[in-house]
């Protein structure tokens, strides 16, 4: 494939971290590893980034967890917007400042935390009123609380229902919702929802539309099994 040398290659196309004074530091050159992670069982994204550093960077801007970062990352040969990990738009959060060690010749490793910002605002934001709609529509208001600007995929659900959150985040009224939603698309109502993010935005579907992906939509299974 063109532009593509080995396998597991990728172009770290941006790589910054905006500090809680505004300024923007490029990481790009002193990145050694970048890893994120997605769980269907976790709201939102998490990483780490080791970062090896000789130009003394808390001390250009001091790391204090309010920082936000820049990532983007894509394959050489895939050119696809969706085949793309973009968080310029919609930045991580930096939470921590795990470790760090020095490793010799004035060079200091950094090995730094980050989230999704919606998990962040997610803690800060408290619903305390009575929610009504059918529990898709209720994610989709959450989701609003925490300003999520991402892609969302949400799954309708069936029925008109109520929600009555007693002053909880935004997250654990989605919750309250995911014991209780069934699937309006799927013969069998499909009762085990999910909610989760990945880098391509969060999602809120049933185990049954995720077994018969065929994108980002669910679709009908394509075989029916019937036991004698």
Not at 67 to 92: A, C, G, H, M, R
Not at 210 to 223: C, D, E, N, T
Request: hydrophobic residues 40%; contains cysteine.
């Amino acid at each position: 494939m063109a532009g593509l040398n080995a396998v597991g290659d990728f172009e770290l196309s941006k790589a910054e971290l905006i500090t809680s004074s505004g300024m923007v530091i490029d990481l790009s050159a002193s990145i050694i590893n970048i890893t994120i992670f997605e769980d269907t069982t976790m709201s939102s994204l998490t990483g780490d980034i080791l970062l090896q550093d000789s130009f003394a960077l808390t001390s250009v801007g001091p790391i204090i967890g309010q920082e936000y970062l820049k990532l983007q990352i894509k394959t050489p040969s895939l050119t696809d917007k969706d085949q793309i990990i973009d968080f310029t738009e919609n930045v991580f959060i930096v939470n921590s400042l795990e470790s760090r060690v020095e490793v010799g010749n004035s060079v200091t490793a950094y090995l730094l935390n980050f989230t999704s910002s919606e998990i962040v605002r997610n803690a800060r934001t408290k619903v305390s009123r009575s929610l009504k709609g059918s529990y898709s529509e209720i994610v989709k208001v959450m989701l609003g609380e925490v300003e999520c600007k991402k892609k969302m995929y949400i799954e309708p659900t069936a029925g008109s229902k109520r929600i009555v959150a007693p002053n909880i985040s935004p997250f654990d009224v989605i919750s309250m919702a995911l014991k209780q939603s069934t699937s309006s698309l799927n013969e069998n109502a499909s009762p085990s929802y999910m909610f989760y993010e990945t880098s391509q935005g969060y999602f809120f579907r049933s185990i049954e539309s995720m077994l018969a992906l065929g994108g980002a939509k669910a679709r009908p299974s394509k075989f029916k099994y019937h036991f004698r």
